[in-house]
């Protein structure tokens, strides 16, 4: 079975893959267009910059992360493809409830379905492509899987700043029978459409056998065996979850203020700082998956247990000083031509995802990967754009010194994120060792 499995799942190299990453692009759209929607969306609610923060951050992060670990319990005993599904159609149909809101309460649970409803696809969608891939490929499809997070964040930003030249050009638009709408309203609508044409595609999607068990009990996935897990193996994944927190802090962060620092630090316009900024998202944040994916696949193929965990660090090491340098540069042009090249190197380090699903058996993954998320998105979304935040508001106390807070929390974070992968080699190495004797005596 193992070896007629593996040829089966070579050839799946162009279907699974991208359909869960189109799904995953999708919800990337739908979970970032508000924040390029501040003054129409403040302006119609008539809510404050805190309340606003709340709703694209608190309500979507918090309610994601804890509706994942159930959603997860989910995935790992029952129809993965079927979960998506339901996932996709909930948050569609959220994120259209969005544009309907007619006071600040409205748009929060909005939000908040949002999020329970992402929270189903990225534990479901590794889980299966653990199973329709072969260890030495995993990397390169959880790649093409992950571009979701550049592609949807570019095309999120592009697309906001285009709806702020078209709210500023005519507020509202005239449609047959329903009249006039707000032009950001019709945004949500524009956005959440093609996920629920997407959630009848998922359909033809094969829900794939499930390899690589554990040999533990009759029983291996009661929650006692999946906890016991989680300790045997605490180095290694204390130091994973660790490390990309802290580069989920500097990457939400960035996607959150980079165009509003950019806006206030030089002559150009938050339009054309989105533009720009979405490019450059969705091109070398797309670029860098692959690039990631290929060079933890080549090291691991050669014997590199660890290559995942390297190249992680790797990604740190050459698009960490782009990065941490940009928001000081003299002039815009500048400031992106080091901003491409940082997030082309520095998306490298999605391959994290792939570490993670090969320490971790099969009736774990999907659970595993909630946790991660919970763990990850929960400091790094939930706390990667505040932190910004409050060094702007606590230490200058003046929105024109963004710049330097985008400095000081990406100088902090990544060289920390650094070291703690370093410490996490060894660990990482240790617990695949126990995860492939586990699996090889099935």
């Known amino acids: ?112 379905g949002v999020g329970v409803g992402e929270a189903t696809l990225s534990p479901a969608a590794y889980s299966m492509l653990s199973d329709y891939f072969p260890r030495e490929k995993l990397a390169r499809a959880i790649a093409v899987y992950s571009i979701g997070v550049p592609l949807g964040s570019g095309i999120a930003l592009m697309l906001g700043a285009l709806v702020i030249k078209a709210i500023l050009a005519a507020p509202a638009i005239h449609l047959p029978l329903l009249g006039e709408v707000e032009a950001w309203r019709l945004t949500f609508a524009i956005v959440a459409l093609p996920g629920l044409l997407l959630a009848l595609l998922m359909f033809t999607v094969r829900e794939p056998f499930r390899r690589g ?25 204390g130091c994973l979850f660790a490390g990309m927190s802290l580069i989920g802090m500097v990457m939400y962060g960035s996607i959150a203020w980079i165009p509003a620092f950019l806006a206030r630090t030089y002559p150009i316009s938050i339009t054309d700082a989105g ?74 380090h999605g391959v994290g995802s792939v570490a993670l699903q090969l320490i971790t058996p099969n009736e774990y993954r999907a659970r595993i990967t909630a946790l991660y998320f ?6 790094g979304l939930g706390f990667g754009p505040t932190a910004i935040a409050l060094v702007t508001d606590t230490i200058f106390r003046d929105d024109n010194a963004l710049r330097y807070s985008i400095f000081i929390v990406s100088a902090v974070a990544l060289p920390v994120a650094a070291i703690i992968l370093t410490l996490g080699l060894a660990p990482f190495r240790r617990s695949l060792e126990k995860a492939s004797a586990s699996t090889e005596a099935t």
């Open 1 to 112: 079975m193992g070896s007629s499995s593996k040829g089966e799942q070579s050839l799946q190299l162009n279907g699974p893959d991208q359909g869960a990453g189109s799904a995953y692009t999708l919800s990337f759209i739908d979970r970032m267009i508000l924040s390029l929607l501040v003054t129409p969306v403040r302006a119609a609610l008539d809510i404050s910059d805190t309340q606003f923060s709340l709703l694209i951050g608190l309500a979507f992060a918090l309610f994601y992360t804890l509706a994942g670990l159930p959603l997860a319990w989910i995935a790992d005993r029952h129809s993965r493809r079927n979960l998506i599904v339901g996932g996709v159609t909930v948050w569609s149909f959220m994120t259209l409830l969005c544009g309907t809101a007619t006071n600040y309460a409205g748009l929060f649970l909005a939000r908040v």
């Open 213 to 237: 068990r554990a040999a533990e009990t009759a029983d291996p996935a009661t929650a006692q065996n999946f906890i016991a897990h989680v300790m045997r193996n605490k180095a290694a994944l």
């Open 275 to 348: 533009l720009w900024f979405g490019a450059i998202m969705a091109v070398c944040g797309a670029g860098g998956l692959l690039l990631g994916g290929f060079i933890a696949d080549g090291m691991f193929s050669k014997g590199r247990n660890d290559a995942h965990i390297r190249t992680m660090r790797l990604s740190l090491l050459l698009g960490g000083p782009f990065l941490i340098l940009a928001p000081l540069m003299p002039s815009s042009a500048l400031a992106l031509a080091l901003l491409a090249p940082g997030f082309l190197l520095i998306t490298m």
């Open 374 to 379: 919970f763990v990850v998105n929960l400091i």
